[in-house]
């Protein structure tokens, strides 16, 4: 799901092939100096924050991670196209929930997960080239 920056070939660097760009995977772990502190501290906001940053920066959030993106914001940090295709092509829709919604701060209900997964459905089926009668 995730795609080089445009224009990385040009300027290569270590660990970089012809055909794709390496990333590094930073984890920011222990507690917040405001909460050492005993400061207030809105933990929600914070990642949403750094998720933006991350989407400005052409970076990316790792999936063992929780979220705070709406789903549209999420889909700028991913490639939908390639996720959906693969989705489809494995016949995961309607087997496995999106990773946005397994990755997605709180819960969805059932029906939710259900309601958007049969649209993706719908979609997929309509695409199908039907043989002329």
């Known amino acids: 799901m995730i795609y080089p920056e445009a224009g990385f070939e040009l300027q290569r660097r270590q660990g970089d092939t012809q055909y794709a760009q390496m990333f590094t995977d930073v984890g920011v772990y222990y507690a917040p100096g405001p909460v050492l ?6 933990g929600a906001e914070a990642v949403r924050k750094m998720e933006n940053w991350m989407i400005e920066n052409h970076c990316f959030q790792p999936q063992y991670a929780v979220s705070e993106l709406n789903e549209k914001n999420f889909w700028r940090m991913f490639d939908a196209g390639l996720y959906e295709h693969c989705r489809r092509k494995y016949g995961a829709v309607g087997t496995f929930m999106s990773v946005y919604y397994k990755s997605k701060k709180g819960r969805k209900t059932e029906k939710e997960v259900r309601e958007a997964e049969q649209a993706h459905l719908e979609t997929a089926y309509a695409e199908v080239d039907q043989p002329a009668d």
Do not use: Q, T
């Open 37 to 42: 502190r005993g400061e207030v501290f809105d």
